[in-house]
């Protein structure tokens, strides 16, 4: 089958209340109608260091990030990229009974390394049969014009995802997390990406549980994904590890880890205000070293904190989409402009 690079989600035309049963739009489905079965990704890590834990430009170790860098199977950190890929898909293959992988470059900042290095390990990923495409996790400011030339080139002859680490749309919540960038940076990093990728998948990685969090603040982010040329988000809680800088303020009693039915608010709120074309890939993220976890104790859990959530999102009514208000085109020219705009107190 000729590979078709288009990855372009279109609105649907009527009002959907549930996919499969789910009350968002998961992107399993998504997978399922590209690949025609089920797709699962092999974490791997290629880089070890990012601009912030270099401190450039002043920059600090993002306050959330262990070092692991982000990295959920660090045991394999050390190891040749086709070690670590044939250790992780016996694994998965042989517990979820299927040949589909996509490998996902998940630690540090995979475009902090040199372009040399990100093509050879694109091609050793792709040298395997079973691989149908790449993930490539990344920041809003480490997009060099070499770099999306590459994505696009290898997009063009396989499946190709980036996701990048937006975690906010606040500024103060960028600056207390130390993240080094600010949602200008972030907005017009993904128009640049769909600029110069038209072939790839985009999605984003937000955060929710930061203090002082309001719900409106969590609606605000939904309205600016919307009008973003993004096809998918990840949604995380924000959560404390050993050895982090947030493990220091979190034992200094100045943070406080958000409670699951606090959170469930959170999410219910950005569903309800997400387009329904937008897939997404899960409703929290689990602590996966659980011996690392400080806070909250219920990030152990993961089938029990789904299924909290989608609980908590039947009993309220409350699907993706349902309170999805439409594109407004003033808004979206002000977002991409950078004017200082919410949306929700406007
Ligand atoms: S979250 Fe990413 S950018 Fe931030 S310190 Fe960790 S690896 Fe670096």
């Not at 270099?54 to 394999?76: I, Q, W």
């Not at 014009?145 to 499946?159: C, G, H, I, L, N």
């Not at 979190?250 to 387009?275: K, P």
Request: aromatic share 10%; hydrophobic share 35%; charged share 25%.
């Amino acid at each position: 089958m000729e590979f078709e690079p288009n990855r372009q989600n279109t609105e649907p035309e009527g009002l959907i209340r549930d996919w499969e049963g789910k009350p968002y739009n998961p992107i399993s489905l998504f997978y399922r109608g590209l690949f025609g079965s089920k797709v699962f990704k092999v974490p791997v890590a290629l880089a070890d260091d990012c601009p912030n834990r270099r401190g450039l430009k002043g920059m600090e170790t993002c306050n959330f990030c262990d070092v692991h860098g982000s990295f959920a199977y660090p045991e394999n950190a050390n190891k040749e990229l086709k070690e670590q890929i044939d250790r992780h898909m016996k694994k998965v293959g042989e517990r979820c009974n299927t040949d589909k992988f996509l490998i996902y470059f998940q630690a540090y900042t995979t475009t902090f390394l040199q372009l040399k290095r990100l093509k050879e390990a694109f091609d050793i990923a792709l040298s395997y049969d079973n691989v149908v495409g790449l993930v490539v996790g990344t920041r809003p400011d480490c997009l060099s014009p070499a770099v999306m030339r590459t994505w696009e080139e290898y997009a063009q002859k396989t499946f190709v995802a980036v996701e990048v680490g937006v975690q906010s749309f606040d500024n103060k919540q960028l600056d207390w997390m130390k993240r080094g960038h600010d949602r200008q940076q972030s907005i017009t990093g993904l128009h640049r990406i769909s600029e110069n990728c038209p072939s790839i998948n985009l999605g984003v990685h937000l955060m929710f549980g930061w203090p002082g969090e309001q719900i409106e603040d969590v609606i605000d982010a939904a309205k600016i994904c919307n009008h973003l040329p993004i096809h998918n988000v990840k949604l995380h809680n924000l959560h404390v590890l050993k050895e982090t800088p947030l493990a220091e303020l979190h034992a200094r009693g100045e943070f406080e880890a958000c409670s699951l039915d606090n959170y469930s608010a959170y999410v219910g709120a950005f569903l309800g205000h997400l387009r329904q074309d937008i897939a997404v890939h899960r409703l929290a993220a689990l602590a996966s070293r659980w011996d690392e976890l400080v806070a909250p104790d219920w990030a152990r859990h993961r089938m029990r904190n789904f299924q909290y959530i989608i609980d908590y999102l039947n009993d309220r009514d409350i699907f993706q989409g349902k309170s999805y208000e439409g594109q407004d085109l003033e808004y979206q020219r002000k977002l991409i402009e950078g004017e200082n705009i919410s949306y929700w107190s406007s």
